[in-house]
């Protein structure tokens, strides 16, 4: 089991970053992938998540009406659009997948994780 986050870079304030989330060696329908986030000298924050058939998607109060989750089953792939960067959005993002269908704002109910993309946002 495997998940590959990638996507990340160094933007500009207001500008858009998309982070896709590879994964390999389950069927990722059947599960909720969830995309956390860790600043520099700050704890792991949850930042999205989306259920196995997007049925529900869960966001942080920070983030709403700036980033979308989506998932392409079939591409074994779950994104995270990023528009209206901030620089307090500045952190390594992961994404990981949670062994059941529904999300949970808990972490450590997420088994596997991904091994981070950096995003900077700076002018």
Wanted: proline share 2%; hydrophobic share 35%.
């Amino acid at each position: 089991v495997q998940l590959q986050a990638s996507g990340g870079g160094l933007v500009q304030p207001s500008s858009s970053l998309r982070l896709s989330c590879a994964v390999s060696g389950f069927t990722l329908s059947n599960y909720a992938i969830g995309w956390f986030r860790q600043a520099p000298g700050k704890e792991r924050e949850g930042v999205s998540c989306i259920s196995h058939a997007a049925g529900s998607t869960n966001y942080a109060d920070s983030v709403k009406g700036r980033f979308t989750i989506s998932r392409d089953n079939a591409k074994n792939t779950v994104y995270l659009q990023m528009n209206s960067l901030k620089p307090e959005d500045t952190a390594v993002y992961y994404c990981a997948v949670r062994y059941a269908l529904f999300c949970s704002d808990n972490s450590l109910q997420y088994s596997v994780w991904g091994q981070g993309t950096e995003v900077t946002v700076s002018s």
